[in-house]
């Protein structure tokens, strides 16, 4: 079945350390995305990519970074620069960069800093 | 800049009830609007879109009309059930003469739902 794979589910992490979570898609989208959930606060957009090797900064950019080495991949660094990385992280996928186009995403990371 | 106003919950009703989210927005150009459903410990899913005014999105018993003149996109259904439980987001992707190249949705803060038997 097409789809998007994030992996890990949920994620612990000591202060300090960079973790990497994983974003695959099958449907031959060329946009990708991630978002950060935090309760209360909706879907906040960190990076976006609209076609390999070329990706954006979103409105909360600040101590993550990203790669789109393939096209089906978007992997997502949430680096120790991050103040508060404690969050679920969605990531998203369009078949096309330009607006208008619905997401489709995938079930998420739960990531938690001990 | 572009913005999304989602009612607060949560919102709290008896199986068969109607239901009504509000959602406002803000946009710079001409935007498609979107509800997204949440279930628990899952991602997104789209539930409806409306791509231009007065367009309205329907799926599931859900429908939700876009308003260009009242900025809104409102979600009903007329009779929900338990299953209906969920977190409900109003999004929009913009698209129009003014063209930032940003091309991705803003969401609202998301509405929970919870439906009693």
């Known amino acids: 079945d097409g789809g998007i794979t994030q992996s890990p589910k949920y994620l612990f992490r000591k202060e300090g350390q960079n973790v990497t979570l994983s974003c695959e898609q099958n449907l031959n989208h060329d946009a990708m995305y991630w978002y950060r959930q935090d309760p209360g606060q909706g879907l906040r957009l960190i990076y976006y990519s609209q076609i390999v090797n070329d990706f954006q900064k979103g409105d909360i950019a600040e101590g993550y970074s990203v790669s789109r080495e393939k096209k089906e991949s978007f992997p997502l660094t949430v680096t120790s620069a991050q103040k508060n990385p404690t969050a679920f992280y969605l990531c998203?996928?369009?078949?096309?960069?330009?607006?208008?186009?619905?997401?489709?995403f995938g079930e998420g990371s739960r990531l938690t800093v001990l | 800049g572009n913005s999304v106003t989602q009612m607060e919950g949560p919102v709290t009703l008896s199986e068969e009830a109607f239901l009504t989210i509000n959602c406002t927005y803000t946009?710079?150009?001409?935007?498609?609007l979107f509800w997204y459903v949440q279930y628990p410990g899952e991602g997104l899913q789209l539930l409806l879109k409306?791509?231009?005014?007065?367009d309205k999105g329907s799926n599931k018993g859900f429908e939700a009309t876009y308003r260009k003149e009242t900025t809104s996109f409102h979600l009903e259904k007329g009779s929900v059930q338990v299953s209906d439980s969920a977190v409900y987001f109003c999004a929009l992707s913009d698209r129009g003469p003014r063209d930032t190249g940003r091309r991705a949705l803003t969401f609202g803060s998301g509405t929970r739902l919870q439906v009693q038997p």
């Open positions: 946009a710079t150009g001409y935007p498609s």
């Open positions: 409306a791509t231009k005014a007065d």
């Open positions: 998203a996928s369009s078949i096309t960069g330009h607006s208008g186009g619905e997401l489709f």
